[in-house]
Nanobody, 115 residues
Framework: QVQLVESGGDFVQAGGSLRLSCAAS????????MSWYRQAPGKQREMVAG???????KYGDSVQGRFTISRDNRKNTVYPQMNSLKPEDTDVYYC?????????WGQGTQVTVYS
């Protein structure tokens, strides 16, 4: 069983940057995929950034060129670096990890971008 804890959500002015963290309680070195999603009230959860085990990355159209996903296996942590933030990036952000056939989600962290 792996537990994920997101942190780093904050209030930030438009144009600013944030780096979220997703810390795993176990070894994520063998994770097949790590992703960040976001969800606003009443809307579907959408994938914003993903990374698979071979290092390939994929980004949602709305964040392409502004967000970067990375991992630190020594710290069992996954990060999205979010730059040039816009008010429409305001959401709860969730970390998701696929490991040994199981899917794990974190509890979410709120990001609010004000203009």
């Amino acid at each position: 069983q792996v537990q994920l804890v997101e942190s780093g959500g904050d209030f930030v002015q438009a144009g600013g940057s944030l780096r979220l963290s997703c810390a795993a309680s176990g070894d994520i070195g063998r994770a097949t995929a790590m992703s960040w999603y976001r969800q606003a009230p009443g809307k579907q959860r959408e994938m914003v950034a993903g990374m698979i085990s071979d290092g390939n990355r994929k980004y949602g159209d709305s964040v392409q060129g502004r967000f970067t996903i990375s991992r630190d296996n020594r710290k069992n942590t996954v990060y999205p670096q979010m730059n040039s933030l816009k008010p429409e990036d305001t959401d709860v952000y969730y970390c998701k990890i696929a490991l040994k056939g199981d899917i794990y989600w974190g509890q979410g962290t709120q990001v609010t971008v004000y203009s």
